[in-house]
């Protein structure tokens, strides 16, 4: 049991969950207090010891079910498909069609094991030890069977409303036979090649790594993750600021005050410094290639407007619009969708132009950039071979008090094609790679 606790715990870790030395002591104490053998509140404790937060269940349960599913070796798969006999395609259908209209959960799972051993196992690669949750889904086509359900449904005397619940019930129970057949692909194959081998591609990247310029199916996940992202930062940014306010050392005061202790200094005294909210100026490529990194980028700032004295949004493209008024209500995901429709970011052929973006953002508002503000510049620094006018954000960053430039692409793609990354790079403070939210975060609690 500990030597399968400790792998869980690397594995996690691998997985982006930190799992602190306390924390595996507390998994170790809660199962004391537990029967391994009663599955489910065995994995309750696990993960009430061991994770902090709900985003990091899913990767928890996969990796539960590799290592806590496994372990009698594949033998016994072997024996019990063969005791089973085998079932035809046919009777597994019916059976399936059965359990998803009593909704029975754990005919489900089983049908779904069956059909595994039954169907799942690739033969003619060199290897017998894979399964595929894809050739049992197109042996049984389960979607057939869900049309054939909602046919059923839409013959009834339900209401519209009666009629949707159960389309959408039925959808749910689909779902669940789709996670039982993976779960138990996944848990077989990791009988023969351990549960290492699975681990290592079968845990989805939590929403924190999500690569921004690759997501798709997943920025569900990324918008639900800004919200309480944004309020962690904001508290740890108003906390450092505070502490900020203690400065030097003054030496004066704090022997003044030691003479009532016989010349020892039990209270120091501090100079007192008013740390200053910046200004913010944001400039964000908007165009296809980073689109949704912009996108995330803007809400997670807004979301942490109160923290700056003043913040300011421009969107571009080929041309540049300010877009800090669509900001100004509390819903920062309409406000990006807004701007997605409303900004006037394009002018001529929808290809980023950041030469003459820079220059004219240096024309129409350059003289608002002061010694208070911060210049943030979100982009992938790539000019389409257009002229790169690197002088006139030299001059920009010459005014501010801070300027950083966050690029989405990953350090080794800069100065490839037409990215002008380093010569950007070498006027403004840092250009730093931004490629998900966990880096982003880095960024913001570390220089704003």
């Known amino acids: ?13 691998d997985a982006g969950i930190p799992v602190a ?24 404790a696990l993960a009430a010891t061991m994770i902090k937060d709900q985003a990091q269940r899913p990767a928890f349960d996969t990796l539960f079910d590799l290592y806590f599913g496994t372990g009698r070796g594949p033998a016994g798969d072997e024996d019990r498909d063969a005791a089973e006999g085998g079932t035809t395609r046919d009777e597994l259908l019916g059976e399936l069609l059965a359990a998803l209209r009593a909704g ?44 054939r359900l909602q046919a059923e449904i839409d013959e009834t005397d339900l209401s519209p409303l009666e ?12 779902r669940a036979f789709r996670a039982a057949v993976l779960a138990d692909t996944r848990r077989r194959v990791a009988e023969y090649r351990g549960p290492e081998a699975v681990a290592s591609y079968a845990v989805r990247p939590l929403p924190e790594d999500l690569n921004f310029l690759s997501a798709t199916a997943d ?47 039990f209270d120091t005294s501090f100079k007192h410094r008013a740390p200053h909210r910046p200004e913010l100026f944001i400039l964000c490529d908007v165009s296809s290639s980073v689109a949704r990194f912009a996108r995330f980028a803007l809400m997670l ?9 003043r913040v300011r949004s421009f969107a571009f493209v080929d041309a540049i619009d300010e ?13 990006v969708d807004r701007m997605n429709e409303e900004a006037s970011v394009v002018w001529d052929d929808g290809h980023s132009d950041y030469g003459s973006i820079i220059e004219r953002f240096l024309e129409l508002y350059g003289r608002d950039v002061g010694p208070k503000a911060t210049l943030l510049i979100l982009g992938d620094a790539r000019t389409n071979y257009r002229a790169r006018r690197a002088e006139a954000l030299k001059e920009l960053a010459d005014r501010a008090h801070h300027t950083y430039w966050l690029n989405p692409e990953p350090i080794s793609d800069w100065d490839t094609g037409d990215s002008a990354a380093s010569e950007y790079a070498a006027v403004v403070d840092q250009m730093i ?16």
């Open 1 to 13: 049991m500990l030597a399968r606790l400790l792998e869980l715990t690397h594995a996690l870790r």
């Open 21 to 44: 030395i306390s924390e595996s002591i507390d998994a170790l104490d809660a199962v004391r207090h537990i029967d391994p053998t009663n599955r489910e509140p065995f994995r309750s």
């Open 104 to 147: 029975d959960d754990a005919a489900l799972r089983d049908i779904a094991r069956r059909a595994v051993g039954r169907f799942g196992r690739l033969e003619g690669t060199g290897s017998r030890e894979w399964y595929s949750n894809y050739e049992v889904l197109r042996t049984l086509d389960p979607n057939t069977l869900l049309e």
């Open 163 to 174: 009629v949707q619940v159960l389309r959408d019930e039925f959808e749910r129970r689909m």
């Open 219 to 265: 920025m569900a996940d990324l918008r639900r993750a800004i919200r309480p992202l944004a309020r962690k930062l904001a508290t740890r940014i108003a906390l450092k600021r505070r502490h900020a306010r203690r400065g030097q050392l003054d030496i004066r005061r704090t022997i003044r005050h030691s003479l009532s202790t016989g010349g020892v200094p």
């Open 301 to 309: 700032t807004h979301a942490l407007s109160a923290q700056f004295s």
């Open 323 to 335: 877009v800090t008024r669509f900001f100004e209500h509390e819903d920062f995901v309409a406000a």
């Open 433 to 448: 790679e931004v490629r998900n939210l966990r880096q982003l975060e880095d960024f913001i609690e570390r220089r704003l």
